[in-house]
Structure formats: structure tokens, C-alpha cells
């Protein structure tokens, strides 16, 4: 097949040697095999050229994430991820955007405002409600199988707990939950000290609390100012390989059953926003993160996992029901 030089070169020699037998102005224009075989393919905001099999994409994505930890560890993580999107999906720039609270997250996805969310279970399940269509992309290898744990100050008395039912000597704490919308950090937690018979609005010392994060429940009840707490297994298990707990004065006490958590939700509408095909090319980007590129390792360490795998909206609906039982989801 002619090189694009080569048939620049021959579509001269045709039109000079036209021009010279002064043949029909219609005759002037480039053979239409020629214009087949260069052409290219555009979608909304796409385009793929022949022989190119990797469509080049253009806008800017917004990317985004429950608050679940401090603003600068989230800085980090999403930070990394933004830059390997934009190294593995042609075209494409990623920005990350911060978001104040849990509810924030959801609110700003259903405005359209964020294009992809780093959501938790009850979060995703929020934000798929206000958004019909919404995409599950993927969650974490350690999502499939999530836990939360309870901890405790040494002071508080509790006994290593074995299983659910022994959840029954939580009650008669202070307690304090994560984020009121934390799937691992208030609504698992709850759910299980209700098959244990503790009520949280009755049976706790004081009200329950809610500290906002994971890592600031770590500190709370490191501090004494609840007796007990319930938090994301992951965060606490990195501190604890970290060495920035104080086990003088916090410990665990019980794991959960597991369930399914996190996950990355999209925007339904994404192909039409940058070009078809965009979605399934992000989507496979995530799913290639397995710590063979380059800063692959550092983000897959940041989210604490190994790689993602694909995830399906039925995963959640355990998550939903709990969440409409206790009153988080309408």
C-alpha cells in the first residue's frame, strides 16, 4: 500500500497531468480509493485514524472520592491514579477534585459535576439511586471480601470478641462510628451490633459518635474520648504496619463477617462526553493497574490492594437493604 507521501506525490502527478489535457473540473479532485484509504473515523469527541486501532480522546475528566481519610493521603492516591489515567487513555487529562463529605461525593456526582467517583458501598448505592444507568466499573481484590473492625482503649474492659453475638459487651461504651455515611465505619458496624441486640440509640454509653473518617476514629479512641470505635479494616490494618499505633492504648477487639465496599462508579453518559469507546478504555485502564508499570506499585499500595477487579451493581444490594433498614437510604 502507498505511503501517505507516496500518494501525495501520485495525487500531484494526476492533477498536473489532468490539468495539462485540461480534462473537467470535476476531474481535479483526489481518486476515491485514495480518500478511503486515508480517511479518518470521528466520534463525538474522538477520532481514530486507519490503521490505528487506539482512538484518541479529548476533555477533561473529574475525578473524585469519599473523604475517608486525611485530605493529604487523598491527595496522594488520587493524584497517582489521575496521572497513570491520563499515561494509559490517550488524550485524556484527569483532574482530581476534593469534596468536603460523604454526601458531597454523591450530591456532585448526581449534578454531573464528577465524572468518576471512588465511592463506598452505601455511597454507590446513594449515588446510582439519583443516577439511573450509572456504571460500576471496578473494585479493589479486597473489596469483594471487605471487613470492619472494632477497636477499644485497654481501659474499656472488653475481651477479644470471636463472633457476632459477643458484640453484646459493646454495649454500656461510648461509641463512636466514621463518616454517618461510611459503609465499613457505620453501616456494617451497626448492622452487626443489631444482630448482637445492642441498639446504638439505646444501649451505648451517651450518644454514638461520629468522627468523620477512619484515621480520626483511630484517634479518638487512642485519645479515651470514646471507649470503643468501629473503622474500615484496611486503614487500620496499614497503621498498623506502619508502626503509628499506640497499642498501650488501643487495640482491636473484633473482625467483622465480610461484605462488599468500595468501588469505582461512572458518569452513564461518558462516551458522549469524550468519545466513543471512553468508558470501556477507562474501564480497562483500571483493570490493567497490576504493579508492572511504572508508579503502578506506589498506587496500588496507596489503595491498599493488588490490583482491581470488575465489580456488578448486584454486589450491593445486601448493602442497600441494611442501608434502608437503619435509615441511611430512602
Given at each position: ?10 495525487s ?10 485540461a ?10 480509493k ?14 481514530t ?108 474492659g472488653?475481651?477479644p ?39 446504638v ?9 461520629f468522627s ?119
Amino acid at each position: 500500500m502507498p505511503t501517505n507521501v507516496q500518494r501525495r506525490f501520485l495525487s500531484t502527478k494526476r492533477i498536473l497531468a489532468i490539468t495539462l489535457l485540461a480534462a473537467a473540473a470535476t476531474a481535479c479532485g483526489s481518486d476515491p480509493k485514495e480518500k478511503a484509504e486515508s480517511a479518518t473515523t470521528t466520534g463525538s469527541n474522538s477520532t481514530t485514524t486507519k490503521g490505528d486501532a487506539t482512538p484518541t480522546f479529548t476533555g477533561t475528566l473529574k475525578v473524585s472520592a469519599i473523604p475517608d481519610q486525611d485530605p493529604e493521603k487523598l491527595l496522594r492516591t488520587y493524584g497517582r491514579f489521575a496521572t497513570y489515567i491520563e499515561t494509559q487513555v490517550p488524550g485524556i487529562k484527569v483532574e482530581y477534585v476534593p469534596v468536603s463529605d460523604y454526601q458531597a461525593s454523591v450530591s456532585s456526582f448526581r449534578t454531573g459535576d464528577l465524572d468518576l467517583v471512588w465511592f463506598g458501598g452505601l455511597t454507590g448505592v446513594q449515588a446510582r439511586n439519583e443516577i439511573p444507568g450509572a456504571l460500576t466499573l471496578a473494585q479493589r481484590d479486597i473489596d469483594a471480601k471487605f471487613t470492619s473492625v472494632f477497636v477499644a482503649s485497654p481501659d474499656a474492659g472488653l475481651d477479644p470478641i470471636t463472633d457476632v453475638a459477643g458484640l453484646k459487651t459493646v454495649g454500656g461504651h461510648s461509641f463512636t462510628f466514621g463518616s454517618e455515611s461510611s459503609t465499613s465505619g457505620r453501616v456494617m458496624p451497626q448492622y452487626f451490633l443489631g444482630k448482637a441486640g445492642v441498639d446504638v440509640n439505646s444501649d451505648l454509653k451517651g450518644k454514638a459518635g461520629f468522627s468523620g473518617s477512619h484515621d480520626k476514629t483511630i484517634e479518638l479512641v487512642t485519645a479515651g474520648t470514646f471507649e470503643v470505635g468501629a473503622l474500615n479494616s484496611s486503614v487500620w490494618d496499614k497503621a498498623v504496619v506502619a508502626g503509628t499505633i499506640d497499642r498501650t492504648k488501643i487495640v482491636e477487639v473484633f473482625r467483622t463477617p465480610t461484605f462488599f465496599d468500595y468501588h469505582w462508579l461512572a458518569q452513564p453518559s461518558l462516551d458522549a462526553k469524550f468519545g466513543a469507546g471512553f468508558t470501556e478504555a477507562m474501564k480497562q485502564a483500571i483493570l490493567d493497574l497490576d504493579g508492572s508499570g511504572d508508579g503502578e506499585a506506589e498506587i496500588l499500595e496507596l489503595f491498599g490492594a493488588k490490583k482491581f477487579i470488575p465489580t456488578f451493581p448486584e454486589n450491593y444490594s445486601q448493602i442497600e437493604e441494611i442501608g434502608k433498614e437503619i435509615g441511611v437510604i430512602r
